[in-house]
């Protein structure tokens, strides 16, 4: 299952030592890091009913609203005694709720590229697809004294879907599969889970046909899109289908690394999300205040000059690419 045995053994002992256990995902939540804490919440609140288990988060998904609310907010105090997971959050100042560093002791599970290995126990593998095949692998260690529920297996089936491209990615192994499979043996209702994260509003179509005759490329085919305020206002989109226009950059031949450039509304700052096939991008990322997977990364730039900047450092990781590779497309 995983080589870090000694390190999940580790964790489950801290696990049963704490009476009060805090979990912590990244902020602007996808459905990685909203499905692996709900899903191990709901995990350890079913095999240790005596143990107090908080989700409390700030922020909010609308696409992911399907899967419930959180827990309220809790007085700062609660944390002093208790022990804090932080799952799929590579660097602390990304961790959605601060009052993680109140807590006694703290355990990093996480699937990203180790940028800053913070705090007292980590479970990092970067071969992993997702972060909640990694609960799923936990689950399975220690599956004689864990309870996995119906819904536990939904929470982390949309985590595992969402974050392989539905089981696409370069990342899905033997192991990924073998993951989903012990969801899928729960029974999840698969028809409504994809209807929940794939269908769009009709309205969307024409936001989309709009952004496609905006795509421009690069000499050597980086295919990029510049999201102003302006039209996200036009067109009324909330954050996830801002978020989502990447997605109409994927699957260009010759285009091995696309960008969309996202204005954050009400503040200065431009979201990037940065993909790829073959071609390594987390590099790029990591040079505008970001980073991430290999061919999935995210940036912040603080100007149309600085994007300009990132569109020709990814032109020229492109450029050498194909002048040292064969067989991509
Ligand atoms: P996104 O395009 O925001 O979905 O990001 C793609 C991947 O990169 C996700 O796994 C993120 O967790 C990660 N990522 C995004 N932004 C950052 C950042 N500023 N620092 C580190 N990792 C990031």
Redesign the pocket.
Known sequence: MTENREILQAIFEKIKAYDRIFLFR?V?C?GDCVGATKGLKEILRDSFPEKEIILTDGQKSDYLAFLGEDDPAVPENAYHDALGIVIDT??AA?ISNQNFSLCREVIKIDH?IETEPFGDLRWVEEHRSSACEMIVSFYDTFRDELTLSGDAALYLYTGMVTDSGRFRYEGVTGETLRCAGILLDRGIDTDTLFAHLYLTDADYFKFKAYMTGRIKFTEHGVAYLYLTRGMQKKFGLSHEEASNV?SLLDGIKGSLIWLAFIENPGEKDIRV?LRSRFVTVNGI?EHY?????AC?????VYSKKEAQALIREADAVLADYKATHEGWL
């Open positions: 990244h602007r996808d590579a660097n990304r990203h990447i999300r990322a205040h970001g980073g991430g997977h999935a990364s995210g940036a912040t």
